[in-house]
């Protein structure tokens, strides 16, 4: 069996004068995402056009938040074609492989669970989430932070479906 090969995602932005663009594609697949989030261009006075940093920097996050989510979607098809092949290659195995590998006698070789799921701070209440975000990411963090961090990502496995249903399965 041959593992196949795990897609690159690759995201371009382009903050322009207007707006801004992410652009997320597969490397070697004609998939791809675009988002645009756009921002008022201002006029401070005649014949002055400025923009609001502030509003060009919520842009682009947002935008590559768009492009993380296309990310993820690219993993989850990934995920869905290993487990696919995976099912078909345990599905070929002659009797005396199942032995070789220890395969019960009652073994089903479509028994086999994937489970990928995505946390965010937004399962948490909102004020939580809004510290969260708010922490920067760097190497060092203060012991508080990471102790909120760790508690947040607790308590962000225990209200995510798919973490619940895995669980679920080993039971």
Aim: glycine share 6%; net charge neutral; aromatic share 8%.
């Amino acid at each position: 069996m041959t593992t196949p090969a795990v897609p690159r995602v690759i995201l371009g932005l382009d903050v322009g004068t207007t707006g801004t663009k992410a652009v997320a594609f597969a490397v070697g697949s004609t998939w791809r995402q675009v988002a645009v989030r756009e921002y008022p261009l201002l006029q401070p006075a005649p014949g002055q056009q400025v923009q609001d940093p502030d509003l060009v920097m919520a842009a682009a996050d947002t935008a590559v938040d768009a492009g993380v989510r296309v990310g993820y979607s690219v993993l989850e098809t990934t995920q869905n074609e290993w487990q696919a092949a995976l099912v078909r290659w345990r599905c070929g195995l002659s009797a005396a492989q199942r032995r070789e590998f220890g395969a019960p006698p009652n073994w089903n070789c479509r028994d086999l669970k994937f489970f990928i799921g995505h946390l965010t701070f937004d399962q948490l209440d909102a004020e939580r989430a809004q510290r969260l975000n708010a922490i920067p990411t760097r190497f060092k963090l203060p012991a508080a932070d990471v102790d909120l961090l760790i508690d947040a990502g607790a308590d962000s496995l225990r209200s995510n479906d798919v973490f619940k249903a895995f669980l679920a399965s080993l039971r």
